[in-house]
């Protein structure tokens, strides 16, 4: 791969297949930053939030949007920056998306955010294209170098990805079980809630598995069953 040449960029090296808008369960608070990512009228947005809040599917899905539309993405995570060099950022205002994942990791390298500060204004100059970043912590936190980058990222939309509530949490998981053609009874859900890793990605990936467990053994799913498999 040639640093810094658009043709050689590996355009859907870190893409998830599976991640798209149609399942990505959320926060009601969330539903105006999925609203505006679906439209994709704003040129620029800048995401922030914690772990697991969601933020990498949701710069996926607007990656897989603009392909499913005829158009080209790049999306580039920060946390595999060791694999390429800033001037992999020069040409990319041709792409009609830009999705900068872990944007923080970045701050305080003065080469990374002197060509992000630049490839913002190729972006802005060009007049049709769109820049969405996401970061684990608010603009003003971040520590940049650059006071005009951070200046910049807040010019378009600034979204705070908000977690999901136990409430809301239990909604998705029965809304993906429904989905997937099983039944997740309140109380399994609640059990899982309470004795499980929190994180949303993490209760998918184990109703995924749970899912295959109740097929394979021809049950449904309960309490007890699903502590057996848990502890198994």
Excluded at 61 to 82: K, Q, W
Excluded at 105 to 125: K, P, Q, V
Excluded at 154 to 163: H, K
Aim: charged content about 20%.
């Amino acid at each position: 791969m040639v640093v810094g040449d658009i043709k050689q960029l590996p355009l859907g090296m870190w893409l998830r297949e599976a991640a798209n808008f149609e399942n990505f369960l959320t926060s009601l608070f969330n539903q105006p930053l999925l609203a505006s990512l679906k439209n994709a009228e704003e040129p620029f947005v800048f995401l922030w939030g914690g772990a697991s809040t969601g933020k990498s599917h949701l710069l996926q899905a607007a990656c897989h949007a603009i392909t499913a539309r005829g158009g080209n993405s790049v999306y580039l995570p920060m946390s595999e920056v060791d694999q390429f060099a800033p001037e992999m950022l020069e040409g990319l205002e041709q792409m009609p998306l830009v999705a900068i994942d872990d944007v923080d990791i970045i701050a305080g390298d003065r080469d990374w955010e002197t060509a992000l500060f630049s490839l913002y204004n190729r972006i802005r100059d060009s007049g049709n294209n769109r820049l969405l970043v996401a970061a684990n912590k608010p603009l003003l936190e971040i520590g940049w170098l650059l006071p005009d980058l951070q200046s910049r990222l807040s010019w378009g939309l600034v979204y705070q990805v908000q977690a999901m509530n136990d409430n809301e949490k239990r909604l998705a998981l029965q809304q993906r079980a429904d989905h997937r053609g099983f039944e997740l009874p309140d109380d399994v859900a609640n059990y899982l809630l309470r004795h499980y890793q929190r994180q949303p990605s993490a209760l998918f990936e184990l109703l995924d598995m749970l899912d295959q467990y109740s097929l394979a053994e021809q049950r449904r799913l309960t309490i007890p069953f699903v502590k057996q498999i848990i502890e198994t």
